[in-house]
């Protein structure tokens, strides 16, 4: 649902091209040819490949012809685009008739092709899947680009924005430039070439406008975001509530009777921790779990971790009605699992500190997070001693 959204939303925000890296055929070849059948603009790939041919699954490179605005010394110029993405030698994936798909070198991939496309072309950009220094790399070595344009599709390395003043010298190769606008689409990457008379670049100038609240919706684009997230958050109820049919609800007071720590909930802390409960019932943490359901994001896994307590954990969250208790962001979530408190486990249980926040206050799920801003408004721990 999400793909499809989002060749929809590109298709609506009028994309020339785009790179083809190894997850737009996670789902396999034959899928990716129906999500290539509603694109309204061509992938474009040089190293992922035909292994018995060693040819790429899609067209290497394209030209674009784009018009220069009025008064230009110029009308037009030839954009020529090549694809490439990291090479990942475990990376195998079937085709028709028992053929292969794999990835071969980029900066041999490049080599082979960028002189015939420099012949069709005024101006030759890169567009790149791989890790940062690897994309360095190529206008060291192909004299030919102008502009690498990207972001890292190593797993674990997302985000990567380079700067946009040219220091260090590392995105300014000579005559070529490069620039990575980071994931998510949080930050729109923009690029101005201006041309001489005999179409080569005469100046370039980068920047990098990050997408914040205060940037207004397109309705349209809005539109189309809201339908997928209720669908998605639908697919994803079914699929929660089909693993546990006939599960009752968890009484919120009654732990467990064994010795591995066990999730109880934020009401059971309240008896002994009465000031410090009050505090968090009127914190946002204590109303984490409705912004979900405001969201339409309360069957979405990739949030749950975050708005519920122990998700995805032994004796954890498992849906909102068959551990109703362990919604929200409650003293668990910080302190961890409490069945054994204050019993076996009395002084120095549930010490945490400020590394426990930026578990989920990241940079990427929560941009405007500053500790110094934040904590004052859940601060709890001045309360008496734990009575007994």
């Not at 486990?345 to 945490?352: L, N, P």
Request: contains cysteine; proline residues 7%.
């Amino acid at each position: 649902m999400q793909t499809e959204a989002l060749i929809e939303g590109m298709n609506a925000l009028g994309y020339k091209v785009a790179n083809l890296s190894l997850r737009e055929l996670s789902d396999g070849y034959d899928v990716f040819l129906e999500r290539q059948k509603k694109a309204q603009f061509p992938f474009v790939s040089a190293n992922i490949v035909w292994q018995d041919t060693g040819e790429p699954i899609v067209a290497p490179t394209t030209v674009v012809r784009m018009a220069l605005r009025d008064g230009a010394k110029v009308k037009e110029v030839r954009v020529g685009f090549i694809g490439l993405t990291r090479s990942d030698p475990a990376f195998l994936k079937a085709g028709p008739s028992r053929r292969k798909i794999v990835t071969v070198d980029p900066l041999a991939a490049a080599e082979k092709n960028l002189p015939s496309l420099r012949q069709k072309a005024d101006v030759i950009v890169a567009l790149v899947a791989m890790d940062l220094e690897q994309a360095r790399q190529l206008p060291k070595r192909m004299k030919e680009i102008d502009l690498v344009l990207g972001g890292d599709s190593t797993p674990g390395k997302t985000g990567m924005a380079t700067r946009t003043d040219d220091f260090p010298e590392d995105t300014q190769l000579g005559r070529a430039r490069l620039m990575y606008a980071g994931d998510q689409g949080k930050m729109l990457g923009e690029v101005r070439l201006t041309f001489d008379a005999k179409r080569a670049i005469a100046s370039t100038q980068r920047s990098l406008v990050q997408l914040t609240r205060e940037w207004p919706d397109e309705p349209k684009l809005a539109a189309l975001m809201e339908s997928v997230k209720v669908s998605i958050n639908e697919y994803n109820k079914a699929q929660t509530l089909a693993q546990s049919p006939f599960a009752s609800p968890q009484p919120a007071s009654a732990p467990p009777a064994n010795t591995e720590p066990a999730y109880t909930g934020s009401d059971r802390c309240a008896v002994c921790h009465e000031q410090a409960f009050a505090v968090w019932a009127k914190s946002g943490h204590a109303r984490a779990f409705q912004t979900l359901v405001t969201a339409h994001q309360e069957f979405n896994p990739q949030c749950l971790g975050c708005h519920t307590i122990g998700f995805n954990r032994k004796g954890g969250y498992q849906n909102a009605r068959v551990t109703p208790n362990l919604v929200s962001v409650g003293c668990e979530s910080c302190h961890g699992p409490s069945s054994l408190h204050p019993g076996p486990i009395e002084a120095g249980y549930g010490k945490t500190d400020v590394s426990s926040c930026v578990t989920c206050h990241t940079k990427e799920n929560s941009p405007d997070f500053v500790p110094a801003e934040y904590i004052p408004k859940v601060i709890h721990w001045k309360e008496a001693q734990t009575r007994r």
